[in-house]
Each structure stands twice: as C-alpha cells, then as structure tokens.
C-alpha cells in the first residue's frame, strides 16, 4: 500500500533560518570591516600634521598677512603683493626644509 500523498521534498539548507543568520553575519562583518577602513575620514583622525608642517603653514600665513597689510596701506601694488607672496611662499619652505636639517635658518643668496 502507496499513500497517495506525497511528502513535500527535503528544505535545502539556503531555505533555513541558519542559512539566512550566516547571511546576516556577513552582511554585519562587511559593514564592520567598511567601517574600520573609513574611520578616520568618519571619525576625524586624519593624520595629525607633523611640528615641521604646522611650522610652514604659520610662516606662510604671517607672511601672507605682512603683505596683505602692506597692500592695505598702498606700499605695495597687487603686483608686487603677488611676487612677495611668492616670495615669502618659497623663503617659507626653504625655511622649513632647513629645519629638518637642523639650521633653521633663511637661506643666504
């Protein structure tokens, strides 16, 4: 004697809840992993800017400044405001080159 019934075939493991729990655990791992790659730009971590850098950025923006003023009291034509910016741009960065050797020091011409 056959039933006549037939019994629905076996689940495959992709239709299982523990199927769908790995799933959601690498989705979470993913995420996590995204996360951890991106948390500086998230977090604002960003690289801290070294005493050499931090040096160069405030010896250009005095520098900077000094001409801007000049400017303002008509010493200087926008012209020479450019060419002293400049100027002061590339002494800056001599300057902060130097540093790193140990001088410190304007370079002489």
Not at 9 to 24: E, K, Q
Not at 33 to 44: K, S
Request: charged fraction near 20%; aromatic fraction near 4%; hydrophobic fraction near 50%.
């Amino acid at each position: 004697m056959t039933s006549s019934t037939t019994s629905p075939p076996p689940a495959s493991f992709l239709d299982t809840i523990a199927a769908r729990l790995v799933a959601l655990a690498i989705f979470v791992l993913c995420i996590g992993a995204l996360v951890w790659l991106n948390r500086e730009a998230w977090l604002g971590l960003g690289p801290e800017r070294s005493a050499a850098e931090q040096a160069l950025a405030q010896c250009i923006a005095e520098r900077s400044a000094d001409v801007a003023r000049m400017l303002e009291e008509g010493v200087i034509g926008e012209d020479q405001a450019e060419l002293f910016r400049s100027r002061a741009e590339a002494m800056c960065v001599a300057m902060a080159g130097d540093a790193g050797a140990g001088q410190g020091q304007p370079p002489q011409q």
